[in-house]
Each structure stands twice: as structure tokens, then as C-alpha cells.
T-cell receptor, first 112, second 113 residues
């Protein structure tokens, strides 16, 4: 019963470096999303997907790319890391529109 | 602008006591309202989901209420336990194409013995 699995749990990047945050779910959910959580603020939607091959931008998409080649995986790519991207990133999946969302354990990213 | 406001920001209570957390929202079009519990260093975990027509829902010692007319919700925790120490997040789902959730900043609850 893995649910939503995120890797890595912690990462430190230098400004300008690129990396991919991994997210996988084993519940056959169509919907997957990426959020960032910053101190004193609610989670904000970065990108989301409503099915394999379909992605769309959320509230704060700049500096991030996503793809959804399979139902299970939804990686988030940072193209050129900036200190403003220091945050905790959560991946979530849900079965359908407006159904319960299941979250991964998060990736704490620091950009120096 | 779609917003979810929670109060208080933080709260300390003694083990065994009850408490109530508040959530006000200005989100349209509304689909449902959720309460999540987030332990330190973990992802949020769903406690309740309520649609427009539901005004109360319970999950063990957690009871959520919803007043869709005044756009207010509350989460009542009964007989608190040390393990209830966490951030409680109110989330409103938009009735739109896509997966749009609007998150409150959360209420940090600390239960002490």
C-alpha cells in the first residue's frame, strides 16, 4: 500500500542547476498535482494532470515543467533553480474530479 | 479572489480538552470543503469532505461543520490527545474543469500534557 511516493525527501541545489522531483502513485488515479508549501501560506498549485498525456498550469507554474507519459508517474522538473524555489514540494493524486486527494510525504528543496 | 482564511493561526490546549478551529472562504464556484491534518514533516491527510448540502460530518473525534450561506466551516476536536498536535488545513475545491483546490494557511495545534 505505497500510495503516493515522492523522491528525494531532501535536496540542496545550487542556483542555475536543474533537477527532477519524482512522483509515483499505485492507486490508478487519473488526477495528479504538484504543490509547493511555503511558511505561513497555503499550498499553491504548480501544475496538474487529468490523465496520461494531459497537463495544465496551476497558480505558480513559472520555472517548472511537467509531463505525464504514464498514469503512475508525474515528474516535476526545475529548469534552472532559483533561491525563490526553496520550498517543500508535495505531489498529490485523486481518483476523479473533486474526490479525496492523497499526498506524498514531500520533498524539501533548498536552492543556494 | 478565491481565498480561504483560518483562525486562529496557532493554539495550545491541554490534553483531554476540546477545541474548535475556524475557516472562512470566498471561493466560487464551490464544490466541496475539506479538512486535512498535516503532521510535521509529512503530507496532508484527509479528515473530512463536505459538499454544499452537508452541514456536518464526523470522523472519530473530529467533527466538521459547514454553513454554505455564510461560507464558514469549523473543525471541532473532542477529548484531544497528544497525537492531535499538527497543522489543520481547510481546503475548498472549485467546481471547475481541472483539479483546483484553494488551501488555507492552516491552524497549528499543540496539545500538551
Amino acid at each position: 500500500n505505497a500510495g503516493v511516493t515522492q523522491t528525494p525527501k531532501f535536496q540542496v541545489l545550487k542556483t542555475g542547476q536543474s533537477m527532477t522531483l519524482q512522483c509515483a502513485q499505485d492507486m490508478n488515479h487519473e488526477y495528479m498535482s504538484w504543490y509547493r508549501q511555503d511558511p505561513g501560506m497555503g499550498l499553491r498549485l504548480i501544475h496538474y494532470s487529468v490523465g496520461a498525456g494531459i497537463t495544465d498550469q496551476g497558480e505558480v507554474p513559472n520555472g517548472y515543467n511537467v509531463s505525464r507519459s504514464t498514469t503512475e508517474d508525474f515528474p516535476l522538473r526545475l529548469l534552472s533553480a532559483a533561491p525563490s524555489q526553496t520550498s517543500v514540494y508535495f505531489c498529490a493524486s485523486n481518483k476523479g474530479l473533486n474526490t479525496e486527494a492523497f499526498f506524498g510525504q514531500g520533498t524539501r528543496l533548498t536552492v543556494v | 479572489k478565491n481565498q480561504v482564511e483560518q483562525s486562529p493561526q496557532s493554539l495550545i490546549i491541554l490534553e483531554g480538552k476540546n477545541c474548535t478551529l475556524q475557516c472562512n472562504y470566498t471561493v466560487s464556484p464551490f464544490s466541496n470543503l475539506r479538512w486535512y491534518k498535516q503532521d510535521t514533516g509529512r503530507g496532508p491527510v484527509s479528515l473530512t469532505i463536505m459538499t454544499f448540502s452537508e452541514n456536518t460530518k464526523s470522523n472519530g473525534r473530529y467533527t466538521a461543520t459547514l454553513d454554505a450561506d455564510t461560507k464558514q466551516s469549523s473543525l471541532h476536536i473532542t477529548a484531544s490527545q497528544l497525537s492531535d498536535s499538527a497543522s489543520y488545513i481547510c481546503v475548498v475545491s472549485l467546481a471547475l474543469y481541472g483539479n483546483k483546490l484553494v488551501f488555507g494557511a492552516g491552524t497549528i495545534l499543540r496539545v500538551k500534557s
